[in-house]
């Protein structure tokens, strides 16, 4: 697949794909502080599943401007569908969170309903100080629909993810990190270069031994303690027939950089 493919807008979002793998999403709705609407949930959905994941190290997503990584769902669009249909929303939060390529949300501003049910279906989060995190779908009568309530309660335990869900109050991003919501909040200058420096950390990784310590993490939510370590075992015995892990001690003895290929 061609990466000049990627420089261009795709609907309603902003797409990159450098030389390095670094897959850069970003939501392009800043009017509408980076709403999510059909456009973006089909534009995501259709770009995770048919990119190239052999070109892909690793994903950020971002919103427009400075004020919102995204305000949440575009209310009007839920309301005119049928129930069926409001349950329709998940597959793009689903394919964030099944993509095998390790997946970041860099947050400015708010980050609130489907957005941030957006960054919880993310590997890992990084927040600017200016962030703030809720849910407020319980003031328009609802409850989160893609995933909030669960993903929310692996991270920050049931007591606060109730407060978060009953409540409808927002938190900043010092107090997300607290619970562990986020990974860091640093100041919003700071930002970028955070975020710089996982990509960095992604793209110049193992593919194959990410690949795998995401499916193994992941799977130890809902695993026994046995089956998840038997997991484990399975996928270190692999990688040691690698030509990354040969290229790894390699670098180790040598002193240097390795350069990991994905084989």
Not at 196 to 223: C, F, H, I, N, Q
């Amino acid at each position: 697949m061609d990466l000049s493919e990627f420089d261009r807008e795709r609907d309603a979002l902003a797409v990159s794909l450098d030389d390095r793998g670094h897959l850069a999403v970003t939501i392009d709705r800043p009017d509408s502080l980076n709403a999510i609407d059909d456009a973006v949930r089909e534009g995501v959905v259709d770009l995770l599943r048919s990119v190239d994941t052999e070109r892909v190290r690793c994903v950020t997503f971002a919103g427009a401007g400075d004020r919102a990584f995204s305000a949440g769902a575009d209310v009007d669009s839920v309301a005119d569908r049928t129930p069926a249909e409001a349950m329709d929303v998940t597959p793009m939060y689903e394919v964030v969170a099944d993509f095998p390529r390790p997946t970041l949300a860099a947050i400015r501003g708010y980050c609130l309903g489907g957005g941030h049910e957006l960054a919880l279906a993310c590997d890992m989060r990084v927040a600017g100080t200016d962030a703030e995190f809720g849910f407020p779908e319980i003031g328009l009568g609802l409850v989160p629909g893609g995933g909030g309530t669960q993903r929310l309660v692996r991270l920050v335990g049931e007591g606060r993810a109730k407060e978060l869900v009953f409540r409808g109050n927002r938190i900043d991003a010092e107090r997300a990190a607290d619970w562990g919501l986020v990974n860091r909040a640093v100041p919003p200058e700071e930002l970028d270069e955070v975020v710089e420096s996982y990509v960095d950390d992604l793209v110049t990784g193992p593919p194959l031994a990410l690949k795998a310590a995401k499916r193994v993490v992941d799977a130890a939510e809902d695993s026994s303690l046995a089956a998840g370590m038997a997991m484990e075992s399975q996928a270190f015995g692999f990688l040691t027939t690698t030509d990354d892990f040969a290229e790894g001690r390699a670098a180790f003895r040598e002193d240097r950089e390795p350069e990991f290929e994905g084989e």
